[in-house]
T-cell receptor, first 113, second 114 residues
Framework: DQQVKQNSPSLSVQEGRISILNCDYT??????FLWYKKYPAEGPTFLIS?????DKNEDGRFTVFLNKSAKHLSLHIVPSQPGDSAVYFC????????????FGTGTSLTVIP | KAGVTQTPRYLIKTRGQQVTLSCSPI?????VSWYQQTPGQGLQFLFE???????NKGNFPGRFSGRQFSNSRSEMNVSTLELGDSALYLC?????????????FGPGTRLLVL
């Protein structure tokens, strides 16, 4: 039962443009959401997170938006750079799941120079 | 602070053998989680240990087991290896950040079962 879904396996964007990665979840109890970036043969690197009490969190070029009513979050990267090319995972957790995190299947982003 | 470390980085085993992977969390982190990553499957949660106790468990067979030591270091064991166990095994330790717990990952152990 995939509680966190990333329906786009891949995305290509021109350098300098905006990259939008999407994530949907089914469990309304999730209250904390994270995005990770992963290069091949490396572990995921934490990028940015958002608590359910917020609808937006920004960190430099990265902004995460949360729409609780739609159970949807998105990661915006502006402007996109070739070094952003990687697989991006979204993850969710809830207080009542202890420390268990639920991950999506990832979206492979390619930024074209 | 030093990051999460995992050893070994690469392993080749044959079917039927068993393997033990090791993870050292970030200093001060008491929670360690293990994941299996295979192509197209994302990160599949194996289990989580906190203060030497298994706190959460994913849907993997009993061949997959783990433990955590008093210094928070953790080991994962897979017995009777199958070809399908070939994967990247990731360990993550958890720390508190503004807003909630965040998991920080190690580089992973790439296991190949022949």
């Amino acid at each position: 039962d995939q509680q966190v879904k990333q329906n786009s396996p891949s995305l290509s964007v021109q350098e300098g443009r905006i990259s939008i990665l999407n994530c949907d979840y089914t469990n309304s109890m999730f209250d904390y959401f994270l995005w990770y970036k992963k290069y091949p043969a490396e572990g995921p690197t934490f990028l940015i997170s958002i608590s359910s009490i917020k609808d937006k969190n920004e960190d430099g070029r990265f902004t995460v938006f949360l729409n609780k009513s739609a159970k949807h979050l998105s990661l915006h990267i502006v402007p996109s750079q070739p070094g952003d090319s990687a697989v991006y995972f979204c993850a969710a957790s809830a207080v009542n799941t202890g420390n268990q995190f639920y991950f999506g299947t990832g979206t492979s982003l390619t930024v074209i120079p | 602070k030093a990051g999460v470390t995992q050893t070994p980085r690469y392993l080749i085993k044959t079917r039927g053998q068993q393997v033990t992977l090791s993870c050292s969390p970030i200093s001060g982190h008491r929670s360690v989680s293990w994941y299996q990553q295979t192509p197209g499957q994302g990160l599949q949660f194996l289990f989580e240990y906190f203060s030497e106790t298994q706190r959460n468990k994913g849907n993997f067979p009993g061949r997959f087991s783990g433990r955590q030591f008093s210094n928070s270091r953790s080991e994962m064991n897979v017995s009777t290896l199958e070809l399908g166990d070939s994967a990247l095994y990731l360990c993550a330790s958890s720390g508190r950040t503004v807003g909630g717990e965040t998991q920080y990952f190690g580089p992973g152990t790439r296991l190949l079962v022949l």
